[in-house]
């Protein structure tokens, strides 16, 4: 007999009454848009002047609130596997000493929506738990499918948005040009993502979703979809000119080849996995050979790494209005050690002054201000502080400084068991997507010590972090089947 309240009908109780199944159609659905969505929303302000990167933070919380009823559902009818209540836990502990950091921050408002062009606030690590529950609860193989295919879709979208940038957004009215990046080096390929180092980070997560599934197939359409999907995502990560870029791509390829080898799935075919190499070499050509890029000095001629202008000069300072501009007496912008050297060690300096708390959350600039002159805006005297930052390329380091020490314990305590739950499950599984996710998600944790949270990349590992730890086995598929066929026969 079907559960209800107070004898009320049984379509009023769905959710009492729900089925593993039902849960999983209706839940891939936040997930899908969780991918999707906040690329789709920065699409406005990126043909628009008049629209602000504020109105990306919309793409993520409409997914975000309807994950939240879906992991609350999930909670409620336990369809998440004990295995992953304490990875869970972990998750509300850190979000419950993110509130402990909020309210012993800078700035109350800034700490809970985030700041105004990042969106990255307490609420939003609220809406990346709720994905990741959400994930991880989800029991059905063709789900893991369609979480899969969501995260190629993301890259697919932001390739194509970044393709158009390069070699039509420069002599159209179509993007508006790459207003971010400094004097000296003008354009790179950013997408849907807000900056090239995010889109790089973006693309790592759907390359190797892409790269494995291809390993892993055996029907030959979804092989082909997924190795032309590569080749397009290795392309566009070059354009990026980021270390991102380069780590991710090297990271994919071997995830692909080793998942084929512990799957004994590595055949004449997976020679194919050399095809996205080749679309990076002949990206690294078409650059420096000034193809689909505005080089303004002789020193960009030849293909190299900006991350620190594209970090500080584009992101940061020009876009987000959320940094000073770097001090060249204190760092050489064009040397990547150099960059990433000085906002590791100087995020050290603040962790150590605000080891419980932190700064509070998305506030790591507060306390490198130093100088207000006669500005009243926070904008205005954020900008003038040469030599500050808003964001540490290293997400271990950022949360440790914004909210603390006891978030990173936390967190490491989300991502071991993810890890191990999902290297367990990827062995066992006869599912192809099980191994794509659990690579998608190792990719995430890895990429985290070159790169920072985003709104963009974050939906996306989460709800791969989540759905890693999904089993899914070929005797339970074949139960079910044979469970089927008794009862038509009877």
């Not at 990046?181 to 790179?188: V, Y």
């Not at 490198?368 to 502080?385: A, M, P, R, S, V």
């Not at 967190?411 to 990827?426: D, E, H, Q, S, T």
């Amino acid at each position: 007999m079907a559960k209800n309240i107070m004898n009320t009908s049984d379509k009023s109780n769905f959710i009492l009454n729900m089925t593993d199944e039902q849960y999983s159609k209706v839940a891939v659905i936040g997930l899908i848009a969780a991918c999707l969505s906040v690329s789709l929303f920065t699409a406005l302000p990126e043909v628009s002047s008049k629209a602000t990167y504020s109105f990306s933070a919309v793409g993520l919380a409409i997914p975000g609130v309807f994950c939240m009823i879906t992991a609350l559902i999930s909670l409620i009818r336990k369809f998440i596997d004990r295995k992953m209540i304490f990875p869970a836990c972990a998750f509300g502990t850190m979000i419950g000493w993110g509130i402990v950091s909020l309210l012993d921050s800078y700035d109350i408002n800034i700490g809970f929506y985030g700041f105004p062009q990042r969106g990255e606030g307490l609420l939003a690590i609220i809406f990346y738990c709720s994905f990741f529950i959400t994930a991880a609860s989800i029991k059905r193989e063709n789900a893991l499918k369609a979480v899969t295919n969501g995260i190629i879709l993301a890259g697919l979208l932001n390739s194509a948005a970044a393709l158009l940038q390069l070699f039509i957004g420069q002599n159209s009215s179509i993007f508006i040009e790459y207003r971010h990046m400094g004097l000296d080096f003008r354009f790179a390929a950013y997408g849907l993502a807000q900056s090239p180092i995010f889109l790089a980070m973006t693309l790592t997560l759907s390359m190797t979703a892409a790269l494995v599934s291809f390993v892993l197939n055996s029907e030959k359409k979804r092989r082909i979809f997924c190795i032309i999907s590569a080749s397009f995502f290795s392309f566009c990560m070059i354009y990026t000119f980021s270390l991102a870029g380069i780590a991710g791509m090297i990271f994919a390829v071997t995830a692909a080849a080793t998942a084929g080898i512990i799957k004994k799935k590595l055949n004449t075919g997976s020679l194919l996995l050399i095809v996205p190499i080749f679309t990076a070499i002949l990206a690294v050509v078409l650059c420096s050979a000034g193809v689909g890029t505005k080089n303004n000095s002789d020193k960009f001629k030849k293909y190299g790494l900006h991350d620190g202008r594209t970090l500080w000069t584009g992101d940061s300072f020009s876009r987000a209005e959320s940094s000073g501009l770097y001090d060249g007496k204190a760092v050489d912008i064009d040397n990547t050690y150099d960059v990433y050297y000085l906002l590791n060690s100087k995020t050290i300096d603040i962790i150590k002054e605000y080891p419980i708390t932190g700064t509070g959350p998305e506030q790591l600039i507060y306390p490198q201000i130093y100088t207000t002159g006669d500005l009243t805006g926070i904008n205005e005297i954020i900008k003038i502080n040469t030599g500050t930052f808003d964001k540490v390329y290293n997400e271990y380091l950022y949360t440790a400084a914004t909210r603390g020490i006891p978030s990173l314990i936390a967190l490491i305590c989300i991502i071991l068991p993810v890890l191990c739950i999902g290297c367990k499950n990827m062995k066992k599984s006869a599912s192809p997507e099980t191994a794509a996710l659990f690579f998608t998600a190792l990719g995430g944790i890895l990429i985290f010590f070159i790169g920072c949270s985003n709104i963009t990349f974050s939906p996306i590992f989460w709800t791969a972090a989540g759905a890693s730890c999904v089993m899914t086995t070929k005797l339970e598929k074949e139960k079910s089947g044979g469970n089927n066929r008794k009862k038509s026969t009877s």
